[in-house]
Antibody, heavy 120, light 107 residues
Framework: QVQLVESGGGVVQPGGSLRLSCAAS????????MHWVRQAPGKGLEWVAF????????YYADSVKGRFTISRDNSKNTLYLQMNSLRAEDTAVYYC?????????????WGQGTLVTVSS | DIQLTQSPSFLSASVGDRVTITCRAS??????LAWYQQKPGKAPKLLIY???TLQSGVPSRFSGSGSGTEFTLTISSLQPEDFATYYC?????????FGQGTRLEIK
């Protein structure tokens, strides 16, 4: 069965950095695009970034462009999100999610999320 | 960026009711719209993709329709487990965006 397990969250000071990981299993990781989506406490969902199955294309939300970098290691079945210059407004649960098997029309599996708290 | 506006933002209904949630896009997105259900403390769950295709394993009381700029999610007969928050999402163009959510509560 498909499993996505995020890790790397924690408390970091404003201006600091953090790298999130998402370990994938139960599907052919190298065949699917992957997303990061976040949710601030008590708020709605915000899409963060996408990477194509082969890493050839990456897209970002304007709110994180230039500060966050999405990447993947298909040999390790792992997705990453490098977060630099963190701000208080980046505080959120970060989910990794898989592009739908039916095509890039949805995100069909999600991890359980990892909490990032940016605070001094 | 494409804005998605859901209505209503809050909905109170009873078990057995038929409910409809609307999602309007600020510009045409063809049928590149998905619906998700999220319960407190849990990850979102995909319900509908391509505006009207039911995700495998999702009960048939859920249905989606629409294209272009106006979309609906309908639950034909509410069950206790359906009380949750629902989000629409457009995947027509980047940046991908979500609606603000519709919180469905028990009356």
């Amino acid at each position: 069965q498909v499993q996505l397990v995020e890790s790397g969250g924690g408390v970091v000071q404003p201006g600091g950095s953090l790298r999130l990981s998402c370990a994938a299993s139960g599907f052919t990781f190298s065949s699917y695009g992957m997303h990061w989506v976040r949710q601030a406490p008590g708020k709605g969902l915000e899409w963060v970034a996408f990477i194509r199955y082969d890493g050839s294309n990456k897209y970002y939300a304007d709110s994180v462009k230039g500060r966050f970098t999405i990447s993947r290691d298909n040999s390790k079945n792992t997705l990453y999100l490098q977060m630099n210059s963190l701000r208080a407004e980046d505080t959120a649960v970060y989910y990794c999610a898989k592009e739908a098997a039916a095509g890039p029309w949805a995100l069909d599996y999600w991890g359980q999320g990892t909490l990032v708290t940016v605070s001094s | 960026d494409i804005q998605l506006t859901q209505s209503p933002s809050f909905l109170s209904a009873s078990v057995g009711d038929r409910v409809t949630i609307t999602c309007r896009a600020s510009q045409g997105i063809s049928s590149y719209l998905a619906w998700y259900q999220q319960k407190p403390g849990k990850a979102p769950k995909l319900l509908i993709y391509a505006a009207s295709t039911l995700q495998s394993g999702v009960p048939s009381r859920f249905s989606g329709s629409g294209s272009g700029t106006e979309f609906t999610l309908t639950i034909s007969s509410l069950q206790p487990e359906d009380f949750a928050t629902y989000y629409c999402q457009q995947l027509n163009s980047y940046p991908i965006t979500f609606g603000q959510g519709t919180r469905l509560e028990i009356k």
